[in-house]
């Protein structure tokens, strides 16, 4: 595999594509060595087969806003890859979605869903509609809208969406009510639905949860463990949520959340009251976190700056890619933080986790650490198949070994000298079984 040739090929393609480039170059040169001591790989050229998505969606959304008038946006939905099962992934509604958004996010998909240990595809999809400000009936109207075109491309043995950023329990509820007038059938196509229609119990909070069972992991890998540890959080919505809850769980201080118009640092941590207010503040739509320090004496608004400049033992970004560049990680490497893990798909900048990555700070990338919220997606479409909800202890059980089945893997593949390059591992490992079901399925 000529790695240089492959990626000006895939800037040559994709001129404008610049977030897919970093996805796939990560890729790339952590994955070169394995391939090439591997030639079948490149005999079936299956590394160029990969970086070319199935197919591509592209569509018109129009919608009526409360005031009457005609509102257009785009809708996509990239299937990316289906060798191991049905494609499989979010939908982000987002005023930043392009088209380059949602093939990085459909490729990491793609490695991340492999990791998983469920047979799932990688698919992203979403729309360049923004949440913020919009009446509730808005919001249902525009995911009515969505749904009229996006059913006709997905379906539970085809292409299962679930949510992403801008995309809860609510917009499933009427995507999915959209869906199943449209298809006349309940089968469970879309995740993250309500436990009343045959949602899965804790899928809200199965991508902070496992995070942290990931974070617990790699703790544990080095003889230490979460309780006592500060931590500083980015982001205020449902993956912020679910980690701080298990994180607070456990014994660690969280003392920083964060959005769009600044951070929070409340050195007194979390607790249950806090923890609940965040979801008051994500289902307010207005996409600010600055309520957080007027509700709550012990916390201070911090306006346009990030948490990463805050001293802390665990940092966890959580809310977009790229939100924590180079200068952030010599920030928090010169603090004296031990360990940084992307919950957050491509959370970190190229340079920043090659900051990390030199100081030996513990590092984890997002494909390996927030999949337990597509973990338990997975889990969701079993459950909807046997059309039996299971217990809570049991999704929890299972959420739990698919991130120590992830960690293990990391460890497998990424071991350097005694430093754990879970880049690589997770990279390694994913693509392992997702290449060698291509090689089983024959050139088609
Ligand atoms: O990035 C992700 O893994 C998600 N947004 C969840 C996807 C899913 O299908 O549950």
């Known amino acids: 595999m000529n790695v240089e040739k492959l990626l000006a090929d895939v800037k040559a393609k994709n001129p404008d594509q610049p977030l897919f480039y970093q996805a796939v170059e990560e890729v790339l040169e952590t994955i070169k060595d394995y391939v090439a001591e591997h030639p079948i790989y490149d005999e079936h050229k299956i590394v160029e087969r990969m970086l070319e998505p199935d197919r591509i969606?592209?569509?018109r959304v129009e919608w009526i806003d409360d005031k009457g008038e005609?509102?257009?946006?785009?809708?996509y939905r990239v299937q990316f890859n289906n060798a191991i099962g049905p494609y499989k992934g979010g939908l982000r509604?987002?005023?930043t979605v392009t088209l380059d958004t949602l093939k990085f996010l459909g490729f990491e998909q793609t490695f991340k869903n492999s990791l998983t240990t469920l047979p799932m595809g990688g698919g992203k999809g979403g729309s360049d509609?923004?949440?913020k400000g919009k009446s509730d009936r808005e919001i249902m109207r525009f995911c009515q809208a969505f749904m009229t075109e996006l059913f006709k491309y997905i379906g539970p043995d085809r292409d299962v969406p679930a949510g992403d950023i801008g995309v809860g329990g609510r917009e499933i509820g009427y995507l999915y009510g959209m869906y199943k007038k449209l298809a006349s059938e309940n089968t469970g196509v879309l995740t993250g639905k309500g436990a009343q229609f045959g949602g899965s119990i804790l899928r809200p909070e199965a991508t902070g949860f496992g995070a942290i069972y990931f974070v617990e992991n790699m703790l544990k890998a080095k003889g230490d463990t979460i309780k006592g540890k500060t931590v500083a959080i980015s982001g205020f919505g449902n993956v912020a949520w679910g980690a701080v809850t298990k994180a607070t769980e456990l014994g660690a201080k969280v003392i920083c959340i964060s959005g769009?118009?600044?951070y929070v640092i409340d050195e007194t941590g979390f607790n249950q009251e806090k923890i609940d207010y965040m979801l008051e503040l994500r289902a307010s739509n207005n996409n600010v976190v600055a309520p957080f320090a007027q509700k709550f004496p012990t916390a201070k608004f911090v306006a346009g700056k990030k948490p990463w400049e805050v001293k802390v033992d665990i940092a966890l970004p959580c809310a977009i890619q790229n939100e924590l560049g180079e200068s952030d990680a010599e920030t928090l490497v010169k603090n004296g933080v031990q360990l940084v893990c992307e919950v957050s798909n491509m959370g970190c900048k190229a340079e920043a986790i090659a900051v990390l990555q030199k100081a030996k700070v513990s590092?984890?990338?997002?494909?390996?650490?927030?999949a337990g919220g597509v973990g338990v997606s997975g889990l969701e479409m079993s459950q909807n198949a046997e059309h039996l909800p299971w217990t809570a202890a049991e999704v929890d059980q299972r959420l739990h070994a698919m991130m120590d089945s992830i960690h293990a893997n990391c460890v497998k593949y990424g071991q350097e000298n005694g430093y754990i390059?879970?880049?690589k591992g997770a990279n390694v490992a994913g693509f392992i079984k997702v290449a060698d079901a291509m090689l089983q399925l024959g050139v088609c």
């Open 363 to 370: 590092f984890a990338p997002g494909k390996a650490a927030n």
């Open 93 to 95: 509604f987002h005023p």
């Open 70 to 75: 005609i509102q257009i946006n785009r809708g």
């Open 129 to 131: 509609f923004d949440p």
């Open 421 to 423: 390059n879970y880049v």
């Open 260 to 262: 769009p118009d600044g």
């Open 57 to 59: 969606y592209q569509f």
